[in-house]
């Protein structure tokens, strides 16, 4: 068989058809429900304690942090209450040895530290006029103390919009006396000790921040639904209606929450979505990066999605079309030119060979190249995978296979967009006249840095907003197109629903999203 046709073989195995997606849908949906009835799903559906999302007129200057794998990011956010923002921020590596402390203290201690000197530099007078009170004993004022979202990436088990105890330290963290504490506290104690006018408001997980720095920068009245993180990993937080958080309701031990909203975030935690896989898709690559991977079983959903897993399901594909010797992949035969220079060949030491070798955004690369020839694609074989003068046909069955691998997790994606936004009932709102649109549009343009959608002739009320952030929405060429057309393939969405869907870009969930979730939580406690 040609290479062209193995090549056509491979990616008919990434298919993921209508059915396949209408069926996920379904399950998705299922497993969204099973989730807000209790403990233990596999939608972890979380309840956040966030009862409201912004609608951009929000106003005031609040901080957030956000201790993620390697950094330690300040940043003070200014909301002026027109959709807009200011944002100034600080970023520190975080030590190693602080990663294992002895105790948590030398760590939040280092972290009290850094937003100390944030407060110097940038908002030195707020902070001198503080500590003068303090040393003339003068009462504090209470709009002098900063409300501050902690963004906290590790699991933890949340009970209260400030209030979430470590569950267990990942990504090389390891400090045992932290395990089981509240993590807000642990910082407010050291916030504490050095006097720093700053409250810790809310504990954030970044979907959520997603979702509220989408929601303060969109246009229209009706907030964001989703905020959707296509990166690394992958994962979404939405708003849910209070009362089918039955899970929470019932909860004893449930923290103080605001009911007169009637809503809460909810973060699905969908990186999990069927990991019995009822309804995914499963290819012999899926299944052998899921054995060779440090949490077989688990994740499932995420691995077929997210950036972290796309270029080695794309290596796997490739490494068993080499060890096929039918197969003419990067094979002398097939290098096609009487050039006597360009004898393929892959050196020794290639990343093709080893695992996780393959960065996903050669998938991208893959996918924006069209010339002639695919000199890019064959370049970075070259230059970044070590795998010399290839020819042209050898760079279009990388592209096709790597093009399936990506449109099926592009419609994956789909799966939990459309679960959700039918789940919300929002569908059911008559779209109202296209005539209202344009007026609406005129006035209140979007914002997002990337926006797409809403296409033209749908009235601003009836948009069903999005928020998406992650390197794998925002570059992969196609990643967008590839959602929408199947979101049109399930029927209780169709066209006339896909074109309500908007999708914007929104960055910085840790910074402004952060500060964000503090203000609500203000509201509140
Ligand atoms: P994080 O999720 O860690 O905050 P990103 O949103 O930047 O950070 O996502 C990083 C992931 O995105 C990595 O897995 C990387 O392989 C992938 N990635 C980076 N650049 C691109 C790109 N141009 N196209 C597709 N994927 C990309």
Not at 81 to 109: D, H, W, Y
Not at 425 to 440: F, N, V
Not at 460 to 480: C, R, T
């Amino acid at each position: 068989m040609a290479l062209a046709e193995q090549a056509k073989r491979v990616a008919a195995e990434f298919e993921f058809d209508a059915d396949g997606v209408n069926k996920a849908v379904k399950e998705f949906m299922r497993e969204m429900d099973e989730g807000l009835q209790r403990e233990g799903t596999e939608l972890s559906q979380i309840p956040t304690y966030v009862t409201a999302v912004p609608n951009g007129t929000e106003k005031g200057l609040y901080m957030s942090v956000d201790l993620g794998g390697t950094n330690f990011r300040v940043c003070s956010v200014r909301l002026h209450g027109n959709t807009t923002f200011s944002l100034t921020q600080s970023k520190v590596a975080i030590p190693r040895e602080l990663m294992v402390a002895k105790t948590s203290k030398e760590l939040f201690s280092f972290l009290a530290k850094q937003i100390e000197a944030f407060l110097k530099t940038h908002h030195e007078d707020h902070y001198a006029g503080h500590l003068r009170r303090r040393q003339t004993g003068d009462a504090i004022k209470e709009e002098e103390i900063f409300s501050l979202g902690f963004t906290f990436s590790f699991p933890v088990n949340q009970v209260g919009i400030n209030k979430g105890m470590l569950m267990r330290w990942t990504k090389g963290f390891d400090i045992p006396d932290a395990v089981g504490k509240d993590v807000c506290a642990l910082l407010q104690a050291e916030i504490d000790a050095l006097h720093l006018p700053v409250r810790v408001a809310a504990l954030v997980n970044d979907t959520v921040g997603t979702l509220m720095a989408r929601s303060y920068q969109s246009p229209g009245k009706t907030g964001t639904l989703l905020g959707a993180i296509f990166g690394t990993g992958t994962n979404g937080a939405y708003v849910e209606k209070l009362n089918k958080v039955a899970k929470l309701i019932k909860n004893k031990d449930a923290g103080a929450y605001d009911k007169s909203t009637g809503e809460m975030v909810v973060n699905t935690e969908w990186g999990s979505f069927d990991n019995s896989l009822r309804t995914l898709p499963n290819t012999s690559y899926d299944i052998e990066l899921d054995a060779k991977s440090v949490n077989p079983g688990i994740q499932m959903f995420e691995k077929r999605v997210s950036g972290m897993f796309l270029g080695e399901i794309l290596r796997l594909a490739l490494v068993t079309l080499l060890e096929d010797p039918n197969v003419p992949l990067f094979r002398d035969e097939n290098s096609g030119t009487n050039d006597i220079h360009s004898t393929t060949q892959i050196h020794e030491g290639s990343p093709l060979f080893r695992q996780w070798g393959i960065d996903t955004s050669f998938l991208s690369i893959c996918a924006s190249d069209n010339s002639p020839g695919y000199k890019q694609i064959r370049q970075t074989l070259d230059r970044d995978y070590m795998i010399s003068a290839v020819s042209a046909e050898d760079a279009e069955a990388v592209k096709e296979i790597a093009g399936a691998i990506a449109k099926r997790a592009a419609r994956l994606s789909a799966v939990a967009i459309a679960a959700i936004v039918i789940d919300s009932g929002r569908l059911e709102k008559t779209p109202g006249a296209a005539a209202t649109t344009e007026k609406k549009a005129d006035v209140n343009p979007p914002r997002g840095d990337v926006e797409s959608s809403g296409r033209g002739d749908v009235a601003e009320e009836d948009v069903i907003d999005i928020g998406a952030d992650g390197s794998l929405v925002e570059f992969y060429p196609n990643f967008e197109d590839y959602i929408r057309e199947a979101l049109r393939e399930i029927p209780e969405i169709g066209e006339a629903g896909e074109k309500r869907v908007r999708i914007g870009i929104a960055k910085d969930g840790s910074g402004v999203g952060a500060a964000l979730i503090a203000l609500v939580a203000g509201r509140v406690v």
